[in-house]
């Protein structure tokens, strides 16, 4: 049976969502008594996740103040980044890697065995991995952690145990909203991360208080903007952005594809070599740390700077840092650290979109910058993640209205140029294949 169109794919993502408003699966139908028990649970889940995010942010900061402090001995901290986390994930009993992979796995698996004390591990393996340099998204840690939130107090209020994949995703949903600030692309980013060309449907009305919750806790204590919003300016949908938007989904396609290509074979050398994997992936860190240091940690430094005058970085120099990155992210994540996908994918989207910017510019084709890099920076999100509405909705909530149609557009493009690809190794292509894996493990439990 052939895979459907991403025209198809965005519709039904569409109607999922709306038919399951209106179902009987929502906390509007329960109970009061059980309802309102849920509704507690996920807005604690909520609060712990806004004020994780706190936590996180501050211990990193205090993390890279310290080795700043001393910069002799910053390939020394990058080394670590990646040997200690492996060390301590082998000690406490742990999976490390990607954050959102991690919660994957368990809700296509057993959603309801995911402990807190796991997600604590990974969060502050994360921490160390982030905060000595490695580069990694922290959306991993907060994934993990709202997850692991959301298992403990649905179990606390004896929240069915049916429900635990729904509030393990609302859970996952108050994570991104609270590292990002942005609750839409939060709840989002829960319902489109568990399939390829499907969406979790169920769990939209639960994943908006746990969301909303984590945003105004995060918003209350975080500073104001972690990526600068740029400025917006009108831009008309005619022919030329149209063919412009399609143009930068085939480019971000073909970079998203070095990107998955260069962590599945990064992973796969590191395995194969057991224990010297960790030392050689920390190895390769500190040299590409020391020599571009923009490569390592969260690089809000670097794709601010950028999103401030996109035509002043040149085209060699992005093309040096994307492909830095990627290395940097890529032995990180699959070297023995631990943390997110997301943000890097977002970096890569942005330093790409401006050097795209450039490339067009110089063959007599001018564009407005912030328009290919919202677009690109979507475009990467939906060919990574396989989230094709996610992406649109952080480039509405960071780059603003005008550039949502040609982050649409771009989006769809590189979806559907990638459709057999995903960033996530635990991802499933539908609720169909979800099914059949709960049946096989029924049938085997």
Same mark, same amino acid.
């Given at each position: 049976?052939?895979?459907?169109?991403?025209?198809?794919?965005?519709?039904?993502?569409?109607?999922?969502?709306?038919?399951?408003?209106?179902?009987?699966?929502?906390?509007?139908?329960?109970?009061?008594?059980?309802?309102?028990?849920?509704?507690?649970?996920?807005?604690?889940?909520?609060?712990?996740?806004?004020?994780?995010?706190?936590?996180?942010?501050?211990?990193?900061?205090?993390?890279?103040?310290?080795?700043?402090?001393?910069?002799?001995?910053?390939?020394?901290?990058?080394?670590?980044?990646?040997?200690?986390?492996?060390?301590?994930?082998?000690?406490?009993?742990?999976?490390?890697?990607?954050?959102?992979?991690?919660?994957?796995?368990?809700?296509?698996?057993?959603?309801?065995?995911?402990?807190?004390?796991?997600?604590?591990?990974?969060?502050?393996?994360?921490?160390?991995?982030?905060?000595?340099?490695?580069?990694?998204?922290?959306?991993?840690?907060?994934?993990?952690?709202?997850?692991?939130?959301?298992?403990?107090?649905?179990?606390?209020?004896?929240?069915?145990?049916?429900?635990?994949?729904?509030?393990?995703?609302?859970?996952?949903?108050?994570?991104?909203?609270?590292?990002?600030?942005?609750?839409?692309?939060?709840?989002?980013?829960?319902?489109?991360?568990?399939?390829?060309?499907?969406?979790?449907?169920?769990?939209?009305?639960?994943?908006?208080?746990?969301?909303?919750?984590?945003?105004?806790?995060?918003?209350?204590?975080?500073?104001?903007?972690?990526?600068?919003?740029?400025?917006?300016?009108?831009?008309?949908?005619?022919?030329?952005?149209?063919?412009?938007?399609? $143009?930068?989904?085939?480019? !971000? %396609? +073909? @970079?998203? #594809? *070095?990107?998955?290509?260069?962590?599945?074979?990064?992973?796969? /050398?590191?395995?194969?070599?057991?224990?010297?994997?960790?030392?050689?992936?920390?190895?390769?860190?500190?040299?590409?740390?020391?020599?571009?240091?923009?490569?390592?940690?969260?690089?809000?430094?670097?794709?601010?700077?950028?999103?401030?005058?996109? $035509?002043?970085?040149?085209? !060699? %120099? +992005? @093309?040096? #840092? *994307?492909?830095?990155?990627?290395?940097?992210?890529?032995?990180? /994540?699959?070297?023995?650290?631990?943390?997110?996908?997301?943000?890097?994918?977002?970096?890569?989207?942005?330093?790409?979109?401006?050097?795209?910017?450039?490339?067009?510019?110089?063959?007599?084709?001018?564009?407005?910058?912030?328009?290919?890099?919202?677009?690109?920076?979507?475009?990467?999100? +939906?060919?990574?993640?396989?989230?094709?509405?996610?992406?649109?909705?952080?480039?509405?909530?960071?780059?603003?209205?005008?550039?949502?149609?040609?982050?649409?557009?771009?989006?769809?493009?590189?979806?559907?140029?990638?459709?057999?690809?995903?960033?996530?190794?635990?991802?499933?292509?539908?609720?169909?294949?979800?099914?059949?894996?709960?049946?096989?493990?029924?049938?085997?439990?």
């Amino acid at each position: 049976m052939p895979s459907p169109g991403p025209h198809q794919v965005f519709l039904n993502h569409c109607l999922t969502v709306l038919t399951c408003c209106r179902n009987h699966y929502g906390l509007v139908n329960a109970g009061l008594k059980t309802g309102l028990k849920a509704l507690l649970a996920l807005v604690s889940t909520g609060v712990a996740a806004g004020l994780g995010a706190f936590l996180f942010f501050h211990l990193v900061e205090l993390a890279e103040g310290f080795r700043k402090s001393l910069p002799t001995l910053l390939p020394v901290f990058a080394f670590s980044a990646v040997t200690l986390p492996y060390l301590f994930s082998r000690l406490a009993g742990f999976e490390r890697g990607g954050g959102t992979g991690f919660v994957l796995k368990k809700l296509h698996k057993s959603p309801d065995t995911l402990t807190l004390k796991e997600s604590l591990c990974y969060y502050s393996a994360s921490a160390l991995t982030i905060g000595l340099g490695g580069s990694a998204g922290p959306e991993g840690p907060m994934v993990v952690l709202g997850a692991g939130f959301g298992g403990f107090f649905s179990k606390l209020a004896g929240v069915d145990k049916g429900l635990a994949r729904i509030f393990l995703l609302s859970g996952a949903a108050a994570g991104v909203a609270s590292a990002f600030k942005a609750p839409l692309t939060g709840i989002l980013y829960a319902l489109e991360i568990p399939y390829k060309r499907d969406v979790e449907g169920p769990a939209f009305l639960y994943a908006i208080p746990s969301a909303v919750t984590a945003y105004l806790v995060s918003q209350a204590l975080l500073k104001p903007h972690i990526l600068i919003p740029s400025h917006e300016r009108y831009i008309p949908i005619d022919p030329y952005t149209i063919a412009i938007s399609l $143009l930068t989904g085939v480019a !971000a %396609a +073909a @970079i998203s #594809l *070095v990107f998955m290509l260069t962590l599945e074979a990064t992973g796969r /050398v590191l395995r194969g070599v057991g224990w010297a994997g960790p030392v050689a992936a920390g190895a390769m860190l500190a040299s590409l740390t020391y020599f571009l240091p923009e490569a390592g940690g969260f690089g809000y430094e670097a794709v601010n700077k950028v999103l401030e005058n996109p $035509l002043a970085i040149t085209r !060699a %120099a +992005a @093309i040096l #840092l *994307v492909t830095a990155k990627m290395i940097a992210t890529a032995v990180t /994540v699959k070297g023995g650290g631990s943390g997110g996908l997301f943000l890097p994918t977002v970096f890569i989207g942005i330093v790409t979109g401006a050097a795209f910017t450039q490339l067009l510019t110089h063959y007599g084709l001018p564009v407005e910058p912030s328009l290919v890099i919202a677009a690109m920076t979507s475009s990467m999100l +939906a060919a990574c993640n396989k989230t094709l509405v996610t992406g649109v909705i952080l480039s509405l909530e960071v780059f603003g209205f005008m550039n949502v149609i040609p982050a649409l557009l771009s989006s769809l493009t590189a979806y559907a140029l990638t459709i057999n690809w995903s960033i996530h190794e635990n991802q499933l292509a539908d609720r169909a294949e979800s099914m059949a894996m709960e049946n096989r493990l029924r049938g085997t439990g």
